[in-house]
């Protein structure tokens, strides 16, 4: 029995669920929308991305360390050594001059493809590759964006030093200056070549996939095929042999010097067109080995 000032108790009223708020375009349908602008990714958030990825892994630092050191003081060593030893000879050439900095850019040679490899190869080690192709869906973007911030830091680094070895070997051995399109060949051509070396490095990384794998097919690019040219003594394999001897890379930098010891293999800037067309084949396999295979 209750009494006038008592309320009877009520049941409990059931609650109806709520519904989860619905995306709707750029915001919710409660009316939230993001302070963040939203738009779409382009090639330039790729580069951001592939920079910062480059400039903040140690093997890059360490790799590109190696090669300054390698070009900057195999050069300056090669110029003191000459000087030490010459006595009072007639001034030298300066295309002579130039051709001292070829040892320390073939031993620079094997940083750059170190560092080619390394590019991809190391996200496939770590499985970071997963994240880069979830956050970037299209694989034609990030092969493109891995490429260009690679080769463009390889070959401003790379002009910076030949052109600092080429200024102090001349000023060392009080050469005379040598013409616009030597100096040219030996400081940008030979810049653009090893840039373009580390392309096809990061091309051969990623059709392979495995860091170990792919700098020992890059090295063997690099070295059998003299290696192989100069145990070729038979005269049934001359032509083999002369092959051999003219494309190596090996021949083809020095060329970029004219220091070469060939007379019928590449001469000039023709080194570097051939590199391009063969870089070109092993990147157009690279993004559709990429694109088509699974991570």
């Known amino acids: 029995m209750t009494t006038p000032y008592q309320q009877p108790p009520q049941p409990p009223q059931s609650q109806a669920p709520q519904q989860a708020p ?7 349908s409660s009316g939230y929308t993001s302070p963040i ?4 990714a382009h090639l330039g958030d790729a580069l951001a991305s592939e920079w910062t990825k480059l400039r903040s892994v140690r093997s890059t630092m360490w790799t590109l360390g190696v090669m ?7 050069g300056l060593l090669t110029a003191l050594v000459v000087s030490s030893v010459s006595g009072e000879p007639e001034v030298p050439g300066g295309q002579e001059v130039l051709s001292l900095g070829f040892f320390g850019v073939l031993l620079g040679s094997m940083c750059v493809i170190t560092l080619g490899v390394l590019t991809i190869t190391s996200e496939y080690g770590t499985g970071m590759i997963r994240t880069t192709l979830t956050a970037c869906p299209s694989r034609g973007r990030v092969l493109a964006a891995k490429s260009l911030v690679f080769f463009l830091l390889v070959f401003v680094i790379s002009l910076v030093i030949t052109m600092t070895v080429s200024a102090l070997q001349l ?3 009080g050469a005379e200056s040598p013409a616009g399109a030597d100096w040219l060949r030996a400081t940008a051509g030979v810049s653009l070549y090893l840039a373009t070396l580390g392309l096809l490095s990061l091309a051969v990384g990623t059709l392979i996939r495995h860091s170990a794998g792919a700098i020992t097919v890059m090295i063997g690019v690099l070295l059998v095929p003299l290696v192989l040219a100069m145990f070729m003594f ?3 394999l001359t032509a083999v042999r002369e092959a051999l001897f003219d494309y190596s ?21 023709e080194p570097l067109w051939i590199l391009l067309g063969v870089t070109a084949v092993a990147m157009l396999a690279a993004f559709f080995s990429l694109d088509k295979r699974d991570v």
């Open 22 to 28: 619905q995306w709707q375009g750029d915001g919710l």
């Open 37 to 40: 602008p939203a738009r779409r």
């Open 68 to 74: 300054i050191v390698l070009m900057l003081g195999v």
């Open 171 to 173: 000023s060392i051995l």
């Open 234 to 236: 038979s005269d049934s």
């Open 249 to 269: 890379v090996p021949n083809q930098l020095s060329a970029f010097y004219e220091s070469s010891a060939r007379v019928t293999g590449p001469s000039g800037w």
